[in-house]
């Protein structure tokens, strides 16, 4: 049975910081990427930070330099560590598995990320 499990979310001042956990077991095959996506009320899910297999990372202009995604391979974790967070980070925030051979996307249930001003 496959579990993907976000933590960490929460509400938090602009300026703060928070760090999301991703926790996941029960994979089968080869993981491709693994990466963060957010939506915020009304908006459509976008992508925030991705972690491909080889260690390349990518991100959202909006997040780059204040967020950073990383994994622990002996936990099955992935995180996403936030800094100078503002309001328009307030999301829903999920974590993605993608796993190719078989071609497979695993989505947890989200976390909330709440900014106040």
């Known amino acids: 049975q496959v579990h993907v499990v976000e933590s960490g979310g929460g509400l938090v001042q602009a300026g703060g910081s928070l760090r999301l956990s991703c926790a996941f077991s029960?994979?089968?095959?080869?993981?491709?990427?693994m990466g963060w996506y957010r939506q915020a009320p009304g908006k459509e899910r976008e992508l925030v930070a991705r972690l491909t297999s080889g260690g390349s990372t990518n991100y959202a202009d909006s997040v780059k330099g204040r967020f950073t995604i990383s994994r622990d391979n002996a936990k099955n974790t992935v995180y996403l560590q936030m800094n100078s967070l503002n309001p328009e980070d307030t999301a829903s925030y999920y974590c993605n598995i993608f796993t190719i051979y078989p071609r497979v996307n695993y989505w947890g249930q989200g976390t909330q990320v709440t900014v106040s001003s």
């Open positions: 029960g994979i089968i095959g080869n993981i491709n990427t």
